[in-house]
């Protein structure tokens, strides 16, 4: 939740075109899943600083229409294409999908993903295009430090 409240710090300063400006370039990443529902599969904490801060309409991108598989398959698909991280706030899983929050103010704090980020910030690490990478490091630090 940290970087969700850095982002909730920096939105709130901008003015309405510098903020429409930046949602316009860093718009949510979609997939469209079994029973036309939409899945967010990247920048989760944006869309959670958007509505800490009520913010309704932001801009997005449909990644991919999956939504004439069936659920299985669905789900196979995006464990495949790692837009899917399957661990819930202690880093424990993988879950299954029906545990998954139904909207972005169900996602939970893992204050370890939160340290990962502030160590990358620093210059810790770089950072990586590997999917879930903080995740992984989140898991390094977990697993040194609790």
Known sequence: MKEVEL???KISKMSSSKLE????ENPESLVKGFAKKLYIIDHHHLARALYELGIKNTYCVLMADLSNMSESSFWEEMENRKWVYMYDEYGNGPMPY???PKNVSGLKDDPYRSLAGAVREEGGYEKSEEPFAEFKWADFFRKYFS
Request: net charge positive; hydrophobic share 20%.
């Open 7 to 9: 982002k909730e710090k």
């Open 98 to 100: 029906s545990q998954l």
């Open 21 to 24: 400006k930046y949602l316009y």
